[in-house]
């Protein structure tokens, strides 16, 4: 428990949970160039170097999120979207702050992540920003243009 929010691996054959998973790839290919959409399918979340979780407030769905393996120091945060009705109320906050202890015992000491720069975005980077997370080079298969921005921080 994260505050009010109740945080578990996530159930991907759920209708709830894949209705947000879609609600997100939708406005990825709405907002972002088709070059720069990197938002995981559900199918893609159920790789094994995946490892998915939900944010839940009582039974509703309040945000999701995972986090993938690089290699064995490093994670990268993917498909980090809180349902709408849960859009800053702190539960991608809470997520996040999962995602962290996730990483810190796993013995990861940097995480990574890619997100866009247009207007859609900001809330996405202001959470980052305020949690630590600095603007840094393309990594992975990440290229660097005028849309996408990857961020990265040190885990102590």
């Known amino acids: 428990m994260i505050g009010t929010y109740r945080i578990e691996k996530g159930d991907l054959g759920d209708a709830e949970v894949r209705a947000l998973l879609q609600l997100h790839l939708d406005e990825m290919h709405q907002w972002s160039p088709p070059e720069s959409v990197h938002a995981m399918p559900a199918e893609r979340l159920a790789h094994p170097d995946v490892t998915f979780f939900v944010a839940w407030d009582g039974d509703v769905l309040a945000a999701v999120g995972a986090i993938k393996e690089l290699d064995r120091n490093r ?23 999962h995602l962290f202890d996730v990483a810190r015992e796993r013995g990861y000491r940097w995480i990574g992540l890619e997100t866009g720069t247009p207007e859609a975005f900001q809330p996405a980077r202001q959470l980052y920003l305020s949690h630590g997370f600095a603007q840094c080079e393309p990594f992975g298969d990440y290229v660097a243009d005028d849309f996408s921005v990857c961020m990265e921080m040190e885990l102590a």
């Open 75 to 97: 994670g990268e945060l993917k498909s980090m979207r809180a349902s709408p009705a849960y859009r800053g109320k702190g539960a991608g906050k809470a997520l996040l702050h």
